[in-house]
């Protein structure tokens, strides 16, 4: 059974930062892709930022050079540091890895940035 924990989200004032975890219990973690998404109220889920096996980064055009993700294999952790957090980084947090046939999401986390 795979499951995802999220937590560290919180109330931060804007250009403040938060650093968000998700524990695993995969034991395929060292080799699955591990990803963070939000979801603002009224939008679609979006793809924050994302890290393979290899350590390989990818984020939203909207968190570059503001978000870091991180991993560690040994603790099948994944780690999201949010940094000048804007009003618009308001949303729920949610952990995220697949397999071919199956997405696995977290229960999410929220994360409120007030101006």
């Known amino acids: 059974q795979v499951q995802l924990v999220e937590s560290g989200g919180g109330l931060v004032q804007a250009g403040g930062s938060l650093k968000l975890s998700c524990a695993a219990s995969i034991s395929t973690f060292s080799i699955n892709t591990m990803g963070w998404y939000r979801q603002a109220p009224g939008k679609q889920r979006e793809l924050v930022a994302r890290?393979?096996?290899?350590?390989?980064?990818y984020y939203a055009d909207s968190v570059k050079g503001r978000f870091t993700i991180s991993r560690d294999n040994a603790k099948n952790t994944v780690w999201l540091q949010m940094g000048s957090l804007k009003p618009e980084d308001t949303a729920v947090y949610f952990c995220?890895?697949?397999?071919?046939?199956?997405?696995?999401w977290g229960q999410g986390t929220q994360v409120t940035v007030s101006s």
């Open positions: 995220n890895t697949y397999f071919p046939l199956k997405t696995y």
């Open positions: 890290i393979t096996s290899g350590g390989n980064t």
